[in-house]
């Protein structure tokens, strides 16, 4: 059968799913992304991709995998279609019913599951869903194994054996002991979570209150329309209502997540956004305290403070690409890598757990971290050097175009600066600052980024790089030549 090959992306598969959308949903859609390209995940659609993943598994040597979706408009009916078409290879399915993405990554590992899918369009506005996908040991299928599912789907190479048997499990309980098994609260903590009316506000209440906090709930009904904020904990200005109410409250922290569970975000108690590559740091100093010289992985878009500090703390630090894939990929060849993070705010602990970005279990180990000491929020990342700092930019641009445009800002620059290109390209300007223009894997954008010691030198680059990505109108917005930023542009800040 025919299938659009866009949306087989580097992580995932992820595209437009439903039946039908307002005149004023599609509005609302061509504000942030550009021309509605209709509805990209048919039933059809799903069915085929499951006999795909089906038969990956299959010759693979597995037999049964679990998979569960996030509550979002169509992910009930895209999973069980999905799950058609997974049981026609002959693999059985376990149903997790409504589900994390990391409680599914959680139940591969601990169960000893051949596979397993979330159904979910993570952070994206509702009008997204799609397939997280791994095999045994989590490992992820990503890139080329995904784009070779569009070829296998459209060539119907599919192995066809007697039909799988369907089943459904609860896998909850056994989640939540562990995380709070490994998690133990020293003394009583007050947080805040912004669940975003994301999924996670089914599960993350209840978990910390059993973890013994005393917890107030921001935004915790699961409604996948979002109607407060985007449940996007790595965006400042998707955080604003939980660092109100933690002032408000006298909270010790705040806590967010995005719609699928796979990412966390951190307000101190004053109320101040904590970037995730700060959390990341702290965690590095800790996880290093019992296992010196080991690695810490970090993302192309984090702070050069990683690179100067995580040597301080004992460890070697490790640039890599961005995406959950092919990180947890690299940490399942590298034993030597005891942490990763991302910008973003997916987290990767290693020590006592799967090597999985999850959410929850990362707040988990905040938490037990700042129970362990008197000291506050703020007092445990005050030894952090300040510098100046961009959020991740967005620039509305096609997917067919991206990446071109990535290629010739990295020919541009490599002549006069060093360039790191393993993903997209990082200008590093001096020895104190740098600029990154790459292709998001997850969407139709190019993604920005930019640090340095002042504000000045932030927007000189800033306008380094406006000057070239301005000479292709295909970008759908422009960096703001005057300030650090401003939440100005379609996806936000520019």
Request: aromatic share 10%.
């Amino acid at each position: 059968m025919q299938i659009l090959k866009t949306i087989f992306r580097d992580y995932d598969i992820r595209g437009i799913a439903g039946k039908e959308f307002s005149p004023k949903a599609l509005e609302e859609y061509e504000k942030w992304y550009g021309k509605f390209p209709g509805i990209t995940i048919t039933p059809k659609a799903a069915e085929a991709i499951g006999k795909a993943y089906g038969t990956i598994i299959r010759r693979r040597g597995g037999k049964k995998v679990i998979i569960g979706h996030e509550i979002r408009p169509y992910g009930q009916e895209l999973k069980m279609h999905f799950i058609q078409g997974v049981l026609s290879t002959g693999c059985d399915v376990d149903d997790a019913g409504e589900s994390l993405t990391p409680i599914v990554y959680f139940s591969v590992a601990f169960y000893g599951y051949d596979g397993g899918v979330n159904v979910t369009g993570s952070h994206n506005i509702y009008f997204y869903n799609g397939f997280k996908m791994m095999a045994k040991d989590v490992w992820p299928i990503y890139d080329q194994e995904i784009r070779d599912m569009h070829g296998m789907i459209e060539a119907e190479n599919f192995v066809t054996e007697e039909k799988g048997i369907y089943s459904q499990k609860d896998v909850w309980g056994d989640y939540k002991k562990y995380l709070l098994d490994h998690c133990p609260l020293n003394r009583k903590l007050k947080v805040v979570i912004d669940c975003g009316n994301g999924t996670p506000g089914k599960f993350a209440p209840e978990i910390f209150s059993q973890m013994g906090c005393e917890v107030i709930g921001l935004y915790t009904e699961p409604d996948a329309n979002f109607p407060n904020h985007l449940p996007d904990p790595e965006d400042p200005w998707m955080m604003r209502d939980l660092q109100q109410k933690v002032t408000e409250t006298g909270a010790d922290l705040g806590i967010a997540f995005d719609a699928d569970g796979d990412r966390f975000g951190l307000v101190n108690e004053k109320g101040d956004f904590v970037m995730a590559d700060h959390s990341l740091l702290v965690l590095a100093r800790q996880a290093l305290q019992n296992n010196p010289g080991k690695k810490i992985l970090y993302d192309v878009k984090c702070s050069r403070l990683l690179d100067e500090l995580v040597p301080q703390y004992g460890g070697v630090p490790y640039m890599h690409r961005t995406g959950h894939a092919p990180i947890k990929d690299t940490l399942r060849k590298d034993p030597e890598i005891i942490l990763a993070g991302e910008v973003s705010g997916h987290f990767y602990l290693c020590e006592d757990y799967f090597k999985i970005d999850d959410g929850m279990y990362t707040a988990g180990k905040i938490l037990s971290m700042i129970s362990s000491g008197d000291r506050r929020v703020s007092e445990i990342f005050s030894d952090i050097p300040k510098t100046v700092m961009t959020p991740e930019l967005k620039l509305p641009c096609a997917d067919e175009t991206k990446h071109k445009i990535v290629s010739y800002i990295a020919e541009h620059f490599a002549g006069e600066y060093k360039t790191i290109t393993i993903d997209g390209t990082r200008v590093i300007f001096s020895d104190t600052s740098w600029g990154l223009v790459r292709a998001s894997n997850t969407g139709p954008y190019l993604t920005i980024r930019v640090e340095a010691n002042t504000q000045e030198e932030v927007i000189k680059i800033k306008n380094i790089l406006a000057d070239q990505l301005e000479k292709f109108p295909e970008i759908e917005d422009k960096l703001d030549r005057t300030c650090v930023t401003s939440h100005t542009g379609r996806l936000g800040w520019l």
